[in-house]
């Protein structure tokens, strides 16, 4: 079965004023999403829609991670001046799906699974995939990487409700994935037709320059960012 | 209600872990609270008459670049782990906390800066009308002396707020004590009241000043104590001494 879409990565300094200001410029809304295993990555949440949604992640303990250690998005993020799309992240249902999509791209699921801590229920578990020995993750070349739950859609955070806040917009799902590179590099690395999750190359380095989101007003609400390929000009420099 | 207890500050490393720690430790439930620029908080509600935890603690760790006396104080507080920083005082009228404004030798803090980024503000944008005194450049927090805060309109109170579900959640029945280092002289001075103790249900230990715990009423279930170090157990007051 070809993969879906499951969800975008967000990379931010702040994840509270990245999700106050996507909301308050889209209508989207968001809800709090609790803490990654690492303990160090907040996160936010905002369903898209279409079973997708918008993860938006940064640092939330000033002790738990060194400078030289944060991670490589919220580095592009410090030095972008704003979010940046780190990542597209696709889904599949089977742990064998998963296992066949690492082999073909001559890796391994994830050895540790990923585990967020919820505020509001259970907490979810995750693998994901191709994790090759000596490179880094396919995010940081502009690729999508795949995911399988552990358990589908129960608690997927897609489906979450987000908090009341006036002007929100009920998202319908993606309308289109503005991409980098070209549809053969992506058909090659999806083993999919690109075209099968609405995906749009604007010829750029490889990435995700844009999505639109679906909207029950009609309209076609798009959310732009640098991309986690593109160079980036705003020095900042570190703590 | 009088002079009560409105909220207590817990700083925090990593207010995410710290929630769910608590959450954990004992069934009292949170929401996901304000924030303000690299500050967040979450709510522990505490019961009637409308007392709680907030649970604070930077969110952006670049701003700490550029650093002032009161981030470094939460920063060294917090280091090495959840430390009560603040304890916080309700009164029922504008009349009373200009009372306590005089009393402090200070004036009443009313926050009417107009741009939305210069508030605790939640999720969805919206900021709960407060004053505050003393007001001044440092806070009395940081010498372990609580404040005093008045809300024009109660409605949103922080302590009235749905938590997340969670399981074995307790349902909170008000706090019953707290604990508070220094003497009852002590902060009858600083308050300029008679019987703190009594008033306030403070106990006193004799230890470095601030908050040592809070014990809360639970619904069918034994008391709940939250024992944390003071504030003042990482950085003396002395520090901050004029």
Known sequence: M?????HIHMGSTNIYTSAYNLTKTTGIGHYDGGFMSSVTIGHKAVPLGGQVYIEIESIVDPFAVTPDKEPWFYKKALKAGTE????????????????????????TISPR????????????????????????????VGKPNWYCWEDRMYCHPSGQPVINTPGLVSP?????????GTEKEMEDW?????????MRFNGKSLGLYAIGVKTDTGKIIEIRRPSATQELTVETSSR | MGLHIDHISLASPNIFRSADALNKETGLGYWTGEWIRDTAVHIVPLGPPG???????FVDVHTLKNMDEHKQWILDITETGDHFNGLCLGVDSMEELEAFAKHFGSKVNVPDNPDPATHFQRANGYILPMASTPSGKRSVWMKGLPNVYFYPDRTHHSSGQPVHPCEGMVRPTGIKWIEYGGTEEEMAKWLGIPNPGEVLKMKFNGKSLGLWA??????????????RPAASDAVPVSKFAD
């Open chain 1, 113 to 140: 699974a990923g585990r967020r801590t919820r505020p509001d229920g259970p907490g979810v578990k995750f693998w994901s995939a191709p994790s090759i020995a000596g490179q880094g993750s396919p995010w940081e």
């Open chain 2, 51 to 57: 007392n709680f935890i907030e649970i604070s603690g």
């Open chain 1, 190 to 198: 999806l083993g999919q037709p690109p075209s099968t999750l609405k």
């Open chain 2, 214 to 227: 809070v014990c809360v009423g639970a619904e069918g279930k034994p008391d709940v104590v939250v024992r």
């Open chain 1, 84 to 107: 940046i799309w780190s990542g597209l992240c696709l889904r599949v249902d089977t742990m064998e799906e998963l296992g066949e999509i690492a082999k073909r791209h001559g890796g």
């Open chain 1, 2 to 6: 070809a993969a879906v879409l499951d």
């Open chain 1, 172 to 180: 319908q799902g993606l309308d289109y994935l503005e991409m980098g």
